[in-house]
């Protein structure tokens, strides 16, 4: 099957929300290559399929620390309207409500960009957990390696954009 858009970008289109990771609805309008207003139209006539741990609305504050992130915005650029996340689940019940084939081809994408993620972090996960069993099994004298081990797997990866100042 022919990609249609590089998970590189769709990386860099999820970001961190309330502890969650999520797509803004502006963000998978653009890949859908619909109108924003079409698709928030299409989830409010099939609510029942979005629940809150499917899609959520920004507050106001959110919606400003977001913007300030993009830095200012043209006028008449933005939506009057605060933005709809859509967290994974929310992402896959779109193409169902969207009945597209692109939005459907989309979605394959974008679960893939999900699934990377997820194994990204516990692949972290799990070196930390072997780097730490294996410090408990030898002395000090391998201290510098440890530490220098550890040092390179904190170097910053593909992680969501994380809004700061908000408790999840």
Do not use: C, W
């Amino acid at each position: 099957m022919k990609e249609l858009m590089p998970l590189e970008m769709i990386e860099r289109k999820i970001y961190l929300i309330r502890g969650h990771r999520v797509m803004l609805d502006k963000d998978l309008a653009e890949m859908y290559e619909v109108l924003t207003k079409n698709l928030n139209k299409a989830v409010s006539r099939n609510i029942e399929s979005f629940p809150a741990d499917f899609m959520f609305q920004l507050t106001a504050e959110e919606y400003k620390s977001l913007r300030f992130q993009f830095g200012t915005l043209k006028r008449g650029s933005h939506s009057k309207y605060l933005p709809r996340v859509f967290m994974e689940q929310g992402v896959s019940m779109l193409s169902s409500v969207l009945k597209s084939k692109r939005a459907r081809m989309v979605n394959i994408q974008i679960m893939r960009t999900f699934v990377k993620l997820r194994e990204l972090l516990n692949t972290h996960k799990e070196l930390a957990r072997k780097l730490e069993e294996l410090e408990k099994k030898y002395d000090a004298q391998f201290r510098s390696v440890f530490d220098a081990i550890r040092a390179l797997m904190e170097a910053p990866g593909p992680e969501p954009k994380r809004i700061e100042g908000f408790k999840p």
